[in-house]
T-cell receptor, first 115, second 116 residues
């Protein structure tokens, strides 16, 4: 079956522009996660959705970051007024549930470069 | 706060040898889950193995086993009979309540290189 898909795979943007990253989870997975991977910070957890609800948004790096999920499926991560430090690979993952030790299946990531 | 420590930034191992990748963790939660993921140079994160904090036996998945020592807060990954295709970054990760409701906390990773 289809895995987690993310688009675009690569995005180059100018500093100050807004970007939108998309994640399509595996069908039937109720939990969806966003992570950021960069050389300096390693893998950081950003936000988690159970259904369409995100119980805790404190992992988002700043108020320029927002995320939403609609229909219990597709999620978008939006970064406003991008900065160079936002350059990273943004990974999305999904799992059957947020509890119970279910493995998270990761997408291929979106490589964001802010120039 | 949860923390994962991987003390081996890089390792070189001869093909067919067994490999142990170290992972120690810190948490005040009695219920948690421990995961290992593999990230080849292509970038995808591949789930390898899971251990719940209340599991009595060490987890095994094919050539992978997790040496879980709860009192020492360690969760080392053992790869038996290493293969060239095992060359990759390996990440140890922890979730809260065994399931990841707060997302996974990852270690810095170990870059494993298998030599022929």
């Amino acid at each position: 079956g289809a895995g987690v898909s993310q688009s675009p795979s690569n995005k180059v943007t100018e500093k100050g522009k807004d970007v939108e990253l998309r994640c399509d989870p595996i069908s039937g997975h109720t939990a969806l996660y966003w992570y950021r991977q960069s050389l300096g910070q390693g893998l950081e957890f950003l936000i988690y959705f159970q259904g369409n609800s995100a119980p805790d948004k404190s992992g988002l790096p700043s108020d320029r970051f927002s995320a939403e999920r609609t229909g219990g499926s597709v999620s978008t991560l939006t970064i406003q007024r991008t900065q160079q430090e936002d350059s990273a690979v943004y990974l999305c993952a999904s799992s059957w549930s947020g509890t119970g030790g279910y493995e998270q299946y990761f997408g291929p990531g979106t490589r964001l470069t802010v120039t | 706060a949860q923390k994962i420590t991987q003390t081996q930034p890089g390792m070189f191992v001869q093909e067919k040898e067994a490999v142990t990748l170290d992972c120690t963790y810190d948490t005040s939660d009695p219920s948690y889950g421990l995961f290992w993921y593999k990230q080849p140079s292509s970038g995808e994160m591949i789930f390898l193995i899971y251990q719940g904090s209340y599991d009595q036996q060490n987890a095994t998945e094919g050539r992978y086993s997790l040496n879980f020592q709860k009192a020492r807060k360690s969760a080392n990954l053992v790869i038996s009979a290493s293969q060239l295709g095992d060359s990759a970054m390996y990440f140890c990760a922890m979730s809260n309540s065994g399931g990841g409701a707060d997302g996974l906390t990852f270690g810095k990773g170990t870059h494993l290189i298998i030599q022929p």
